[in-house]
């Protein structure tokens, strides 16, 4: 069974840059459209980013649009959030899921797992 586990996350500044990760368990992901989402304290889980398995097209959300990069590398079998220009309400913790992926609407399906935490702060 396909179990995905977050990375990267941590503490910077504003403007800061972190690069998160989701690697595979137990399967590859590979063959899984990915995304990830993002919940922070008192506010629903709010998807981020995702990115298809067959043409690596994706989709971001208008808050982080043109801050955050979502990037595959089939060859690590890994999935990337690069995420710059990092603001105060982009603290949260930070989930990768499969999803299905499909005209730019990415359902989610699977287990969540533990994320990882990211914290924007002076």
């Not at 990267?8 to 840059?17: C, D, K």
């Not at 995304?35 to 980013?49: L, Q």
């Not at 979502?70 to 060859?75: C, E, F, K, L, S």
Request: positive net charge; hydrophobic residues 30%; glycine residues 12%.
């Amino acid at each position: 069974q396909l179990q995905l586990v977050e990375s990267g996350g941590g503490s910077v500044q504003p403007g800061g840059s972190l690069r998160l990760a989701c690697a595979a368990s137990g399967a590859t992901l590979n063959y899984h459209s990915i995304a990830w989402f993002r919940r922070a304290p008192g506010r629903e889980r709010e998807e981020v980013a995702c990115i298809s398995t067959y043409d690596e097209s994706t989709h971001y959300s208008g808050s982080v649009k043109g801050r955050f990069t979502i990037a595959r590398d089939n060859r690590k079998g890994t999935v990337y959030l690069q995420m710059n220009s990092l603001k105060p309400e982009d603290a949260a913790v930070y989930y990768c899921i499969t999803v299905h992926y499909k005209g730019n609407i990415c359902r989610p399906f699977g287990s969540w797992g533990q994320g990882t935490q990211v914290t924007v702060s002076s």
